[in-house]
């Protein structure tokens, strides 16, 4: 049992950061959009990926090297380059909050949060690497309570992101207040991509 709740709450505390991720769920909720979707896709990823981590550890450390992060970045960088420029164009047409919602099928919305996942290299370091390697040294059952649990505080806490924003959508019906979340959401990606550009110039 205190493996479980070790487990929980290391998961928790990893998870807590804000990212591009977290700030996708937050959108998504705000919309009221496939927000089920992508709470439960964010949530399985994260169980794969932290049983992932805990199972194969020892053998994941030969595979996973300097090159394989670095393209990460790379893909995200683009990929986030890539949504920052939508968000832009959405902005200078004027698109309304309602046509945004409407115009989105769940296909589009799954590629994105997909990408949001796997593309993050800092996904890979919190669950396969750094829970991985935390839990190494525990016994096979113990492993399992350790990872069962921080998949338990991923799926509280994706689920708690999404539905809480769903909530507070009620403040952001109105076009003016979409723009100016849109403008957020510009901004945090805009600062989060020029980090991770200058992250991925130190490791060349």
Request: hydrophobic residues 55%; contains cysteine.
């Amino acid at each position: 049992m205190e493996y479980l709740v070790l487990g929980f709450l290391t998961g928790l505390s990893l998870i807590l950061a804000i990212g591009a991720q977290n700030i996708f769920v937050i959108e998504q909720g705000l919309k009221k959009q496939y927000v089920f979707l992508v709470c439960i896709i964010c949530s399985l990823s994260d169980l794969l990926l932290i049983f992932l981590g805990i199972i194969l550890f020892h053998l994941f450390h030969q595979y996973f090297n300097l090159f394989v992060e670095l393209t990460l970045n790379i893909l995200l960088i683009i990929f986030l380059i890539y949504f920052i420029y939508l968000k832009i164009k959405s902005i200078r047409r004027n698109i309304s909050f309602d046509s945004e919602v409407r115009n989105t099928s769940k296909i589009e919305i799954s590629i994105k949060t997909l990408s949001f996942t796997y593309l993050n290299a800092h996904v890979y370091s919190d669950t396969v690497f750094f829970l991985g390697n935390f839990s190494k040294n525990f016994l096979l059952d113990e492993k399992i309570y350790f990872g069962i649990g921080a998949s338990v505080a991923s799926l509280i806490f994706f689920f708690l992101l999404g539905y809480l924003s769903t909530y507070f959508s009620k403040y952001a019906q109105s076009d003016k207040v979409w723009k100016l979340i849109n403008l957020f959401i510009i901004g945090f990606m805009s600062l989060l991509t020029i980090y991770i550009i200058k992250e991925t110039v130190y490791f060349l």
